[in-house]
């Protein structure tokens, strides 16, 4: 399968809203691994993984790639103090290189309360994100974040409970210990399942149970370990397997996420054409996107 040039831009969902919407999800970081700016990938995105959701009045934001800067800016410049739950899947690079660079963290103001499950060698998360920051590795420790930091060491298979929020965690990847997470509120819910594990040959009965009736689903995309040196290759990728699962639950949206940094946006928009060839309610997550889940 070929890909030519892309056509204009589709206009898949609304541009953010004054007021932010009561259950609303935006996408600060889409890529996986690495950074990928430049002039080729302005349409999807350079930043790695950083979701936002906004519900019942509170900040969820799901992984702390690069994107997780570019929120912080924003939130810098609002004049109430930043309260907000960050929730890691795992701990490889693309998920918490934009943590040291977050500016609320650095503010004696805001309130942080940070996520994750126990890594593989039993690290807590704390200590996951203390040792990024450590020298040679970063010039300010953990430590000199002034914000008010609050860590939540959670299992798969959990609950969590924030007022009427409800989110359930999954083991979605044993090798990396990755966590997916579902949101629900007033009868309307997303799925965050991010670095699945790529040998499947189908999908897992605990996601399918996970995902089953959501709204939204977030999903491993265009990212292949095997197509990292090779932008072209035609290997069976992740986005067949969100498709089943979307397929399979009754999804209303599939979302396609974490692209490969070889993928440029020509690419990416012929290849989300041929997605939705297959599944007209899929479509590939744009870094700027929103969704608002009553709106689906």
Request: proline share 8%; hydrophobic share 40%.
């Amino acid at each position: 399968m070929s890909y030519a040039s892309p056509g204009p831009s589709p206009q898949l969902d609304p541009a953010p809203r004054d007021d932010p919407p009561l259950f609303s999800v935006r996408f600060w970081g889409v890529r996986g691994n690495i950074p990928a700016p430049g002039p080729d990938t302005v349409r999807y995105g350079g930043n790695t993984a950083c979701v936002e959701v906004l519900v019942a009045g509170q900040r969820l934001i799901f992984d702390g790639g690069t994107g997780l800067r570019s929120l912080g800016l924003q939130l810098a410049q609002q004049d109430d103090p930043v309260e907000a739950h960050l929730f890691f899947t795992h701990t490889h690079w693309d998920r918490i290189q934009g943590f040291p660079f977050f500016h609320p963290a650095f503010d004696p103001k805001s309130q942080l309360h940070i996520y994750g499950a126990a890594a593989l060698n039993g690290a807590s998360i704390k200590q996951r994100l203390t040792e990024q920051m450590l020298r040679p590795n970063f010039f300010k420790p953990l430590q000199a974040m002034a914000a008010q930091l609050t860590f939540h060491n959670i299992q798969p298979g959990g609950h969590i409970q924030l007022g009427d929020v409800a989110i359930e965690t999954l083991s979605l990847n044993p090798p990396t210990a990755a966590l997916g997470y579902r949101v629900s509120w007033q009868g309307k819910s997303v799925v965050y399942a991010s670095d699945t594990d790529p040998t499947a040959a189908e999908a897992d009965p605990n996601l399918l149970f996970l995902a089953a009736g959501a709204d939204l689903l977030i999903f491993d995309g265009t990212y292949l370990d095997m197509a990292y040196a090779d932008p072209q290759s035609h290997h069976q990728a992740p986005w067949h397997l969100g498709v089943e699962i979307a397929k399979t639950s009754g999804i209303k949206r599939l979302l396609l996420f974490h692209h490969n940094p070889c993928h440029n946006d020509s690419y990416l928009a012929q290849l989300e054409q041929h997605i939705q060839a297959t599944f007209p309610a899929a479509a590939l997550a744009q870094e700027g996107m929103v969704i608002n889940l009553f709106d689906l």
